[in-house]
Protein backbone atom coordinates (compact mmCIF):
# COMPACT_ATOMS: atom_id res chain seq x y z
CA UNK A 1 0.00 0.00 0.00
CA UNK A 2 1.09 3.58 -0.89
CA UNK A 3 0.19 6.71 1.01
CA UNK A 4 0.27 10.17 -1.30
CA UNK A 5 0.08 13.32 1.05
CA UNK A 6 -0.51 16.78 -0.87
CA UNK A 7 0.37 20.17 -0.11
CA UNK A 8 0.98 23.70 -1.55
CA UNK A 9 -2.67 24.44 -2.59
CA UNK A 10 -4.51 27.72 -1.86
CA UNK A 11 -5.67 30.97 -3.58
CA UNK A 12 -4.01 33.37 -5.88
CA UNK A 13 -4.48 35.91 -8.55
CA UNK A 14 -4.25 35.18 -12.25
CA UNK A 15 -0.68 35.13 -13.23
CA UNK A 16 0.61 34.05 -9.73
CA UNK A 17 2.18 31.00 -8.73
CA UNK A 18 1.68 27.86 -6.91
CA UNK A 19 4.16 25.04 -5.98
CA UNK A 20 2.80 21.99 -4.83
CA UNK A 21 4.36 18.73 -3.24
CA UNK A 22 2.91 15.25 -2.54
CA UNK A 23 5.09 12.97 -0.99
CA UNK A 24 4.76 9.28 -1.29
CA UNK A 25 5.32 7.05 1.78
CA UNK A 26 4.48 2.75 2.27
CA UNK A 27 5.45 0.30 0.54
CA UNK A 28 7.40 1.98 -2.85
CA UNK A 29 10.10 -0.92 -3.35
CA UNK A 30 9.44 -0.60 -7.13
CA UNK A 31 9.85 1.82 -9.50
CA UNK A 32 6.61 4.08 -10.24
CA UNK A 33 6.15 7.72 -12.13
CA UNK A 34 4.33 10.06 -9.93
CA UNK A 35 1.67 12.23 -11.96
CA UNK A 36 -0.55 14.91 -10.85
CA UNK A 37 -4.35 14.87 -12.35
CA UNK A 38 -7.06 17.48 -11.60
CA UNK A 39 -10.83 18.03 -11.68
CA UNK A 40 -12.90 20.96 -12.12
CA UNK A 41 -16.66 21.66 -10.75
CA UNK A 42 -18.87 19.59 -13.26
CA UNK A 43 -15.70 18.23 -15.32
CA UNK A 44 -13.84 14.99 -15.57
CA UNK A 45 -10.68 14.43 -13.70
CA UNK A 46 -8.22 15.71 -16.26
CA UNK A 47 -4.10 14.37 -16.94
CA UNK A 48 -1.62 17.87 -15.89
CA UNK A 49 1.89 16.05 -16.36
CA UNK A 50 3.96 12.79 -15.05
CA UNK A 51 7.52 12.45 -14.05
CA UNK A 52 9.29 8.65 -15.08
CA UNK A 53 11.26 6.96 -12.00
CA UNK A 54 14.46 7.82 -13.64
CA UNK A 55 13.33 11.69 -13.98
CA UNK A 56 14.36 11.93 -17.17
CA UNK A 57 10.89 11.67 -18.98
CA UNK A 58 8.70 14.61 -18.31
CA UNK A 59 5.11 14.94 -20.11
CA UNK A 60 2.15 17.90 -20.17
CA UNK A 61 -1.15 18.60 -21.23
CA UNK A 62 -1.39 20.67 -24.26
CA UNK A 63 -3.21 23.80 -21.63
CA UNK A 64 -0.34 23.79 -19.32
CA UNK A 65 2.87 23.23 -21.19
CA UNK A 66 5.19 26.50 -21.01
CA UNK A 67 3.31 27.35 -17.25
CA UNK A 68 3.91 24.20 -15.07
CA UNK A 69 6.80 22.26 -14.66
CA UNK A 70 7.20 18.87 -12.67
CA UNK A 71 9.86 17.49 -10.98
CA UNK A 72 11.24 15.13 -8.26
CA UNK A 73 13.27 15.26 -5.33
CA UNK A 74 16.62 12.99 -5.11
CA UNK A 75 15.21 10.45 -2.86
CA UNK A 76 12.84 10.14 -6.10
CA UNK A 77 9.57 9.57 -2.98
CA UNK A 78 8.02 13.36 -3.56
CA UNK A 79 6.87 15.25 -6.32
CA UNK A 80 6.50 18.83 -7.22
CA UNK A 81 4.52 20.96 -9.55
CA UNK A 82 5.66 24.06 -9.97
CA UNK A 83 2.34 26.16 -11.47
CA UNK A 84 3.31 29.76 -12.91
CA UNK A 85 1.23 32.23 -14.89
CA UNK A 86 -2.07 30.62 -13.46
CA UNK A 87 -5.18 31.41 -15.61
CA UNK A 88 -8.56 30.63 -14.01
CA UNK A 89 -9.23 27.84 -15.82
CA UNK A 90 -6.61 26.04 -13.66
CA UNK A 91 -8.81 26.36 -10.82
CA UNK A 92 -9.06 22.66 -9.86
CA UNK A 93 -8.76 20.01 -7.17
CA UNK A 94 -5.10 18.71 -8.26
CA UNK A 95 -4.09 15.12 -7.42
CA UNK A 96 -1.28 13.27 -6.83
CA UNK A 97 -1.36 9.53 -8.84
CA UNK A 98 1.76 6.93 -8.37
CA UNK A 99 1.75 4.04 -11.06
CA UNK A 100 2.73 3.86 -14.86
CA UNK A 101 4.26 6.69 -16.74
CA UNK A 102 1.74 7.36 -18.35
CA UNK A 103 -1.49 10.29 -19.16
CA UNK A 104 -4.33 7.86 -18.78
CA UNK A 105 -6.12 8.07 -15.58
CA UNK A 106 -6.12 3.88 -15.22
CA UNK A 107 -2.45 3.45 -15.35
CA UNK A 108 -2.09 5.15 -11.73
CA UNK A 109 -2.87 2.89 -8.68
CA UNK A 110 -2.56 5.14 -5.94
CA UNK A 111 -4.10 8.67 -5.53
CA UNK A 112 -3.42 11.66 -2.69
CA UNK A 113 -6.70 12.89 -1.04
CA UNK A 114 -6.55 16.23 -3.59
CA UNK A 115 -5.61 19.49 -2.73
CA UNK A 116 -7.39 22.73 -3.63
CA UNK A 117 -6.01 25.12 -6.17
CA UNK A 118 -8.26 28.43 -6.80
CA UNK A 119 -7.44 31.48 -9.62
CA UNK A 120 -9.03 34.14 -8.78
CA UNK A 121 -9.53 37.20 -11.80
Known amino acids: QVQLVESGGGLVQAGGSLRLSCTAS????????MGWFRQAPGKEREFVST????????YYAESVKGRFAISRNSARNTVYLQMNSLKPEDTAVYYC??????????????WGQGTQVTVST
Open 26 to 33: GRTSRAYA
Open 51 to 58: ISWSVSNT
Open 97 to 110: AVGKYSRNFDDYAY
